[in-house]
RNA sequence: GCCCGGAUAGCUCAGGGGUAGAGCAUUUCAUUGGUAAUGAAAAGGUCGGCAGUUCAAAUCUGCUUCCGGGCUCCA
């Protein structure tokens, strides 16, 4: 008897009954079925060995698809409970998942994990690999599990059991086992090359309360040369890492005097103030209205906004002539009172009042993270207040100007999240149903892709938000678009209708840059520190064969400066590689050499960094190239 | 807040119970050189802070501050 199975590609093969998908990658070709690492039928991934039906739809998952390499850190992580446990009896296993980037596995383990340890679990893992061992699946009655896991005193698996319905499947490699869903790679062979990376304290089912594990971190891979490219990679992504640059390139620092709040020095301060340039240029294009509102304002209002209730731990107060007054830790109060401060009309809406808004929240020492996080920043903020036939168009508008100011800014890869109604949050269901409705329907009706996170809202509105990742692939959120129907109603704002009756506003808060300080970070990461010419803090560097031109070469600085361009000379008397150099690891976009030839002739030659020699140019044409980039905020070609 | 690791010159880092090392950067001198490092010299440090052990601590121990990697948190 045969059967046939469908292929991703739309054909079909014809298989005997009973076969496996191992016996179908093997039909399709030998180097398929020596890649294979899982299978996926009808949609769900399974193992190699499983037997087929006919009609099943069958893909065959390698390392090159993100479910097979799903599987194949999953499996990794299982050699690494076993190796830790082969090595320190006593520890107790919990869960051990793959990740973005490799896996991870919890243990309880009374003294923790040293570095050394770590190159011990290596040795370990690579005996398990040698071995070659096959990831045998089995199921066992939960009342036998549960005893053998009480015997063994696997508490943690037990608490795992109770949350499993039916009875639980096993994964063993020779006499060792766990508990398991799967799927698995058929054996440990495969995994020829592992990396431990770290280790680090994780709270048992990431709650505080409970006791906190050993995790260690891992990654592997089915070559070794994979590997070594990987790590590779991660050496050159540190190398991006905005701290670093931040402090090479001289463009903010961090002191012990004022944790968590940056100091932007002259450099950085030239890239914060063009993107702010370009901020406020593209929502004066967009209908916006710039305004302005204090950082101190009384306690009273805090009480009113019900931040103090949620966050006051998060908060700076100050006493002033004896009454309590908070640090705004978010605009939105302040941009209320602007509305409530005048009587409003229904032509007057869409308001939509921009600010850069200094804002100061507490956040953990340990939560801080070079300009990522931080506990002074500037939010590029508006509180848009419309009638709710305008929610729709609003935050449609608003993802527009998203999307454009991110390309602007060179960011395609960035992913959107739709969070919904946390446990603790103001106003009535009603109004949370048909916000988060709002904010879907436009989603959908733009075919936008989200990830839904459930609870995530922020305490007065669900939100959609835009993440970027840094250089090691960490997400970061930027832009927020939240929809709020309560802080209106807190304030009693209110417009008049063109009926004469008064209504309540809606209020939709959102940032597109989310903190300048955080995006700027994002950037430098993002560009390596190469920053496009227009917000470069040295545009251009001006540099002599040897001193007889210094004046010549001053002359061209200053056209240049006149010219409106970051242009520098570099007075000192090397050679001019010394001082190509020196531009080059400053990452300067343009370097002007000046000699004899260009003085007799009023011309430079221009060098462009990472490309090197453009020609020569006169100095009116430098200058016109270099505004044609700088207006039209051109990217580096590559 | 919790777990682990770290802190030595402006930067990157080596060293290690007996008066502190390198490279780069800086300053000075010589050199005036055509697209990623000219040569020489000088200067630069309470080895994060406090206590303890010791004849002697940058080195060992404890505490503490800050930094890094995670967990938790992130309006």
Same mark, same amino acid.
């Given at each position: 008897m045969s059967m046939k199975v469908y292929l991703p590609n739309g054909s079909e093969l014809t298989l005997d009954d009973g076969a496996t998908a191992f016996d179908a990658a093997s039909a399709i070709s030998r180097g398929l079925a020596q890649n294979a690492l899982a299978a996926k039928v009808n949609d769900i991934v399974v193992d190699l060995n499983r037997p087929l039906s006919d009609g099943d739809t069958l893909a065959i998952l390698t390392f090159d698809d993100a479910e097979g390499k799903s599987v194949f850190w999953h499996s990794s992580a299982h050699i690494l409970a076993e190796a830790v446990q082969n090595l320190y009896p006593g520890t107790k296993i919990t869960i051990g998942p793959s990740i973005e980037a490799g896996f991870y596995y919890d243990f309880d383990k009374e003294t923790p994990f040293t570095p050394d340890d770590l190159a011990k679990i290596e040795a370990e893992i690579a005996r398990i690999v040698s071995e070659k061992k096959p990831f045998v699946r089995s199921e066992m009655n939960r009342d036998e599990a549960e005893k053998q896991f009480a015997a063994q005193g696997e508490t943690y698996k037990v608490e795992l059991l109770n949350d499993i319905e039916g009875d639980p499947s096993f994964y063993s490699c020779g006499s060792w086992s766990d508990m398991c869903r799967g799927p698995h790679v058929?054996?440990?062979?495969? %995994? #020829?090359a592992v990396k431990l990376l770290s280790v680090a304290g994780a709270y048992w089912r990431g709650d505080v309360t409970k006791k906190m594990l050993q995790r260690i971190y891992g990654v592997s891979f089915p070559k070794k040369k994979d590997l070594e490219e990987y790590l590779h990679l991660l050496e050159e992504a540190k190398k991006r890492d905005h701290r670093k640059l931040g402090k090479e390139l001289d463009l903010f620092s961090f002191h012990d005097e004022g944790l968590g709040f940056p100091f932007w020095h002259a450099k950085g301060s030239i890239i914060y103030n063009e993107v702010a340039n370009y901020s406020r240029q593209e929502h004066f294009k967009r209908n916006y209205d710039e305004v302005r509102t204090p950082v101190i304002l009384n306690e009273e209002l805090w009480h009113r906004s019900g931040h103090w209730d949620k966050y006051q731990e998060n908060m700076y107060f100050v006493s002033i002539d004896d009454k309590a007054h908070a640090i705004k830790p978010m605009n939105c109060p302040g941009g209320l009172l602007i509305f409530k401060n005048s009587p409003r009309s +229904?032509? !007057? /809406?869409p308001i939509r009042n921009f600010e850069f808004g200094l804002v100061h929240r507490h956040e953990k020492s340990s939560a801080m993270?070079? /300009?990522? @996080?931080?506990r002074q920043f500037t939010q590029d903020d508006a509180h848009i207040f419309c009638t709710p036939e305008q929610i729709e168009p609003e935050i449609n508008d608003v993802i527009d100007f998203i999307f454009s100011v991110y390309k602007t800014m060179g960011f395609n890869d960035f992913f959107i999240e739709l969070s919904t109604r946390p446990d603790k949050f103001i106003g009535d269901l009603e109004v949370w149903d048909v916000a988060e409705k709002a904010l879907q329907n436009v989603l959908d009706h733009k075919g936008i892709k989200y990830k839904l996170n459930p609870g995530d809202g922020a305490f007065y509105g669900p939100k959609i938000d835009f993440h970027i990742r840094d250089s090691l692939k960490r997400s970061w959120q930027c832009g927020t678009i939240q929809l709020d129907f309560s802080m209106p109603k807190r304030f009693d704002l209110e417009y008049a209708d063109s009926d004469g009756t008064k209504k309540t506003p809606v209020m939709i808060h959102r940032a597109l840059l989310g903190s300048m300080e955080r995006f700027i970070g994002i950037m430098i990461e993002h560009y390596a520190g190469f920053m496009p010419l227009w917000m470069s803090p040295v545009q251009v560097k001006v540099m002599t %064969? &040897? !001193? #007889?031109f210094n004046g010549f070469a001053e002359e061209v600085t200053k056209k240049l400066r006149a010219s409106g361009i970051r242009a520098e000379m570099? +007075? @000192? &008397?090397? #050679?001019v590689g010394y001082k190509i150099r020196d531009a080059e690891t400053h990452k300067v976009p343009y370097m002007a050499v000046v000699g004899e030839k260009e003085m007799e002739a009023g011309s430079v030659s221009v060098r462009l960094h990472k490309k090197g020699d453009l020609g020569v140019l006169t100095v009116d044409a430098f200058i016109a190239l270099l505004n044609d980039q700088i207006i039209n905020k051109k990217a580096y070609e590559e």
């Amino acid at each position: 008897m045969s059967m046939k199975v469908y292929l991703p590609n739309g054909s079909e093969l014809t298989l005997d009954d009973g076969a496996t998908a191992f016996d179908a990658a093997s039909a399709i070709s030998r180097g398929l079925a020596q890649n294979a690492l899982a299978a996926k039928v009808n949609d769900i991934v399974v193992d190699l060995n499983r037997p087929l039906s006919d009609g099943d739809t069958l893909a065959i998952l390698t390392f090159d698809d993100a479910e097979g390499k799903s599987v194949f850190w999953h499996s990794s992580a299982h050699i690494l409970a076993e190796a830790v446990q082969n090595l320190y009896p006593g520890t107790k296993i919990t869960i051990g998942p793959s990740i973005e980037a490799g896996f991870y596995y919890d243990f309880d383990k009374e003294t923790p994990f040293t570095p050394d340890d770590l190159a011990k679990i290596e040795a370990e893992i690579a005996r398990i690999v040698s071995e070659k061992k096959p990831f045998v699946r089995s199921e066992m009655n939960r009342d036998e599990a549960e005893k053998q896991f009480a015997a063994q005193g696997e508490t943690y698996k037990v608490e795992l059991l109770n949350d499993i319905e039916g009875d639980p499947s096993f994964y063993s490699c020779g006499s060792w086992s766990d508990m398991c869903r799967g799927p698995h790679v058929p054996n440990t062979g495969v %995994i #020829k090359a592992v990396k431990l990376l770290s280790v680090a304290g994780a709270y048992w089912r990431g709650d505080v309360t409970k006791k906190m594990l050993q995790r260690i971190y891992g990654v592997s891979f089915p070559k070794k040369k994979d590997l070594e490219e990987y790590l590779h990679l991660l050496e050159e992504a540190k190398k991006r890492d905005h701290r670093k640059l931040g402090k090479e390139l001289d463009l903010f620092s961090f002191h012990d005097e004022g944790l968590g709040f940056p100091f932007w020095h002259a450099k950085g301060s030239i890239i914060y103030n063009e993107v702010a340039n370009y901020s406020r240029q593209e929502h004066f294009k967009r209908n916006y209205d710039e305004v302005r509102t204090p950082v101190i304002l009384n306690e009273e209002l805090w009480h009113r906004s019900g931040h103090w209730d949620k966050y006051q731990e998060n908060m700076y107060f100050v006493s002033i002539d004896d009454k309590a007054h908070a640090i705004k830790p978010m605009n939105c109060p302040g941009g209320l009172l602007i509305f409530k401060n005048s009587p409003r009309s +229904y032509r !007057d /809406l869409p308001i939509r009042n921009f600010e850069f808004g200094l804002v100061h929240r507490h956040e953990k020492s340990s939560a801080m993270h070079g /300009l990522f @996080r931080v506990r002074q920043f500037t939010q590029d903020d508006a509180h848009i207040f419309c009638t709710p036939e305008q929610i729709e168009p609003e935050i449609n508008d608003v993802i527009d100007f998203i999307f454009s100011v991110y390309k602007t800014m060179g960011f395609n890869d960035f992913f959107i999240e739709l969070s919904t109604r946390p446990d603790k949050f103001i106003g009535d269901l009603e109004v949370w149903d048909v916000a988060e409705k709002a904010l879907q329907n436009v989603l959908d009706h733009k075919g936008i892709k989200y990830k839904l996170n459930p609870g995530d809202g922020a305490f007065y509105g669900p939100k959609i938000d835009f993440h970027i990742r840094d250089s090691l692939k960490r997400s970061w959120q930027c832009g927020t678009i939240q929809l709020d129907f309560s802080m209106p109603k807190r304030f009693d704002l209110e417009y008049a209708d063109s009926d004469g009756t008064k209504k309540t506003p809606v209020m939709i808060h959102r940032a597109l840059l989310g903190s300048m300080e955080r995006f700027i970070g994002i950037m430098i990461e993002h560009y390596a520190g190469f920053m496009p010419l227009w917000m470069s803090p040295v545009q251009v560097k001006v540099m002599t %064969i &040897s !001193d #007889k031109f210094n004046g010549f070469a001053e002359e061209v600085t200053k056209k240049l400066r006149a010219s409106g361009i970051r242009a520098e000379m570099d +007075y @000192r &008397s090397e #050679k001019v590689g010394y001082k190509i150099r020196d531009a080059e690891t400053h990452k300067v976009p343009y370097m002007a050499v000046v000699g004899e030839k260009e003085m007799e002739a009023g011309s430079v030659s221009v060098r462009l960094h990472k490309k090197g020699d453009l020609g020569v140019l006169t100095v009116d044409a430098f200058i016109a190239l270099l505004n044609d980039q700088i207006i039209n905020k051109k990217a580096y070609e590559e």
